[in-house]
């Protein structure tokens, strides 16, 4: 006898797809039909970005399993909300995606807070400042200096947001981040923050080369650093409450900021956030001892030039705004170097090759994401071999797809091509298609 066949409707992108097997999770449903659908874990529970808010149906789901219920309880959310990995759909369903993008997964993270006062964390401080920017506002119309404001804020927002980081406030033309909200590891936290400042140096010099040039602007900005225990939480009004960082680190990092200019510099961090990396970790430029404005002690500043060993993660990250700016173009050139490599791989793929398209580029933008938290990254990369496994990819086609993905990305980078881009992504490579080869393995063993 023929089962049932359960309509899901996403109610945001207005599309209703439909399932008769209610042994497959809402997220197995959005894999299935080419509807991207955040994952970071793969499915296993852990990371909560691929949450849903039921809009109707909500009897027509599985039960909360008892990990679900956890999350629930522990991060407060309204019984309307379930996880898309966790809900098995056996009925009509109404739904929609609550985390769209990559950049909203770090917030996630303040659900860990205690729900009324907050507490006292160890966190990394990120200042940074626009340079010159009153004579910026003087030479430029407020649109157009808007425009910039909001490109600079992108552009150098996004290795925060890359490195588990938090956009606290923009304050002018100040951007301020918070590294270690929900993690008691300083050397993460720290590794985290300067992975971000460098990758804001990188972001600075493609935006010269490209955005600003048309405003004959080269925009410089100062970075500053700082390690301390801080108090995190919601403060205001009962009804108006705000996530706020409190206390002297905050000053201190701000100060710090400040030293770049008469030290003629653009990126200082203090003795104590540099004490949490190991030896020799960074190459470091001038070092001085500094009284900072409104402090009594004085303070030891390092200058921080980069990184003294080849760093995988920074490079793909900078790298990925050039890459997936025109993401549907990147998939079909990658699409095409493929099957003029390996024709039969054609068959794989029946479906639709613009949706197959942006389901690659979504799962490229999280991996590269997901680079911080190695954790969730393993877990999601596992079970997307055991998918591929599923649609018929042999172990022998990963070899092809690295020829195919770093000869197309040679390619996208045109100008900016630089050899520590590609083994950056082939080391890269190699790494995810270890792990999913891994699941590959453990499929032949168990079957």
């Not at 079970?383 to 993905?405: M, N, P, R, T, W």
Request: with cysteine; glycine share 6%; net charge negative.
């Amino acid at each position: 006898m023929e089962r049932p066949a359960f309509k899901v409707r996403y109610c945001s992108i207005n599309r209703e797809v439909y399932t008769s097997d209610p042994d497959k999770s809402i997220l197995e449903v959005s894999i299935e039909n080419k509807i991207p659908h955040l994952h970071e874990c793969g499915g296993n529970g852990r990371c909560t970005t691929c949450r849903i808010r039921v809009i109707e149906g909500a009897e027509n789901l599985s039960r909360a399993t008892p990990l679900e219920k956890d999350l629930i309880r522990k991060r407060n959310w309204d019984p309307s909300i379930r996880l898309a990995c966790q809900a098995h759909v056996r009925g009509d369903v109404a739904i929609q995606r609550i985390v769209w993008t990559n950049a909203e997964i770090s917030k996630l993270q303040l659900e860990t807070l205690p729900p009324d006062i907050g507490e006292e964390r160890s966190l990394a401080i990120l200042f940074c400042d626009m340079r010159n920017f009153t004579v910026l506002a003087s030479n430029h119309p407020n649109y157009d200096l808007a425009h910039m404001l909001n490109t600079l804020f992108t552009n150098l927002g996004d290795p925060i947001l890359m490195n588990n980081g938090i956009i606290y406030q923009y304050v002018g033309d100040e951007i301020i981040g918070l590294f270690g909200t929900a993690s008691l590891d300083g050397e993460r936290a720290c590794m985290d923050a300067i992975r971000a400042a460098l990758g804001m140096k990188y972001a600075l010099e493609r935006l010269n080369r490209l955005e600003f040039r048309d405003f004959d602007e080269k925009i410089e900005v100062g970075i500053g650093i700082h390690y301390g225990r801080a108090f995190v939480g919601n403060l205001g009004h009962p009804k108006h409450k705000q996530f706020s960082v409190l206390g002297d680190p905050v000053n201190v990092a701000s100060r710090i900021q400040d030293m770049n200019k008469p030290l003629k510099t653009n990126l200082l961090v203090s003795e104590e956030f540099i004490s949490n990396l190991k030896p020799d970790t960074l190459k470091t430029g001038i070092k001085e001892s500094v009284n900072l404005k409104g402090k009594e002690q004085t303070f030891n500043l390092i200058e921080i030039l980069g990184f003294n060993h080849f760093d995988t993660n920074l490079e793909i990250q900078a790298s990925m705004e050039l890459l997936l700016k025109d993401s549907d173009d990147f998939a079909e050139c990658f699409y095409n170097k493929l099957f003029q490599r390996a024709p039969a791989i054609r068959e794989l793929f029946k479906k639709n090759m613009l949706e197959q398209g942006r389901m690659l580029t979504h799962m490229l933008g999280g991996i590269i994401y997901g680079l911080s938290r190695p954790e969730n990254l393993q877990l999601g990369l596992y079970s997307l071999g055991k998918q591929h496994i599923k649609y018929g990819v042999e172990k022998e086609h990963y070899a092809i797809l690295k020829e195919a993905l770093l000869e197309t990305i040679e390619e996208r980078l045109g100008e900016f091509y630089k050899p520590e881009i590609v083994k950056a992504w082939s080391n890269a490579i190699d790494l995810i298609t270890e792990i999913m080869i891994s699941s590959y393995n453990h499929q032949k063993v168990v079957s």
